[in-house]
């Protein structure tokens, strides 16, 4: 059957329902990618290799690169939501008038996140210097913790030698501990930040602790 | 050349002297695959192929099956010394009349072991059954264990809502740090120790706990 010309309201068939089609298409493939993206770095972290999460979508590895042509672009456009989540929490963290409670309400939320989704916190700490937008919001997010500690000991309420690069230790922490405990990992981390946040709280007793690691938030990316 | 009578001391070549010859290659041969194994179990923990430790032992996948007929025959007896070294002290601080200190330094201890040596906590705390002596004394380690907690709690030096699991718990923690901090990861593991002590102390103001979550101490030997 020949085209017919264009109208407004193209009838069955014409170019324009085709492209309209193809982009449908592609908006769906491009979907299920990044639903297949997700499932894969919840569960494995965000070191598992393309072909695995073409598998998992159903389509090939060129289609995978066509929508995605690097890995970082995969993974930041994966973690936006959360990113997002993240960033939102922090905002409102930076917002509550009691430092002490803006703290450990980011603590827990962030760590309830990481014990949720393997890949997450791995994708928001991990550097992508060719993604900027992805790279500013991870800045902002660092820079909003490093404010709600210093807010926090500055009240009293946090120990005084309580170290930035305690948050990442606590991190890690959390990290093996909602990785091993399967059914229960959620319960598991719960009680580890109970357990944190009281050894973290400002008292007139506190024991001295050995000297902190030299931990960047960058090594949350490194192997496990 | 024919085999001369043997006497005390059998002159070179005899048929007791390639005996002897022979249980020495033998003897070397096993500790170098004792070696080898507790090399591959600190670097990749105790699920390491057995072909990966021939192969850095040096000798075939028949000969360490020679030595070692099951799995659980090497990982114990490459266990052995840190086994014991484990008891001895649990057994010191059951010696010990301050219970707070016991605790602490058994704690300490098996959290430093546990950093220096990725195989060694999921050898200690896997279950063999058909290696009884390394069962008994895992068994005998367990109760010793409960018995700190009990002592430490009815002093009123441990808070009282601390539960066992709250063990595994804390070393799954130091687990995570521990994997993740390479040449970090003793300091790190120091200040974690350092700050879940603090948590643990019982204290006039502790908070209330989110409830402890199943963990038996067979999480340890699970997936990471």
Known sequence: ???????????????????????????????????????A??????????SAIARRAGVGVATLYRRFPT??????????????ECAGVLDEALEEPDPWRAFCRVFTKVCAMQAADRGFTHAFLARFPDEPSYAGERDRAEEGLALLVRRAKEA???????????????????????????AESAAASRRLVGYLLESFRARPDIKQLPPPARLGLDRLGGPE
Chains 1, 2 share one sequence.
Not at 71 to 84: D, K, P
Not at 159 to 176: H, I, K, Q, T
């Open 1 to 39: 059957m020949p085209a017919q010309p264009s109208h407004n309201a193209p009838p069955p068939g014409s170019d324009a329902l085709r492209a309209d089609a193809l982009r449908a298409d592609a908006r769906e493939n491009r979907d299920r990618i990044l639903r297949a993206a997700r499932e």
């Open 41 to 50: 770095y919840a569960l494995h972290g965000i070191d598992v290799p393309i």
């Open 71 to 84: 890995r970082a672009s995969l993974i930041t456009e994966a973690f936006t939501e959360q990113l997002a």
């Open 156 to 182: 009293g309420a946090l120990r005084p030698d309580f170290d930035v690069s305690d948050v990442v230790l606590a991190l890690l922490a959390n990290n093996g501990v909602a990785n091993s405990t399967q």
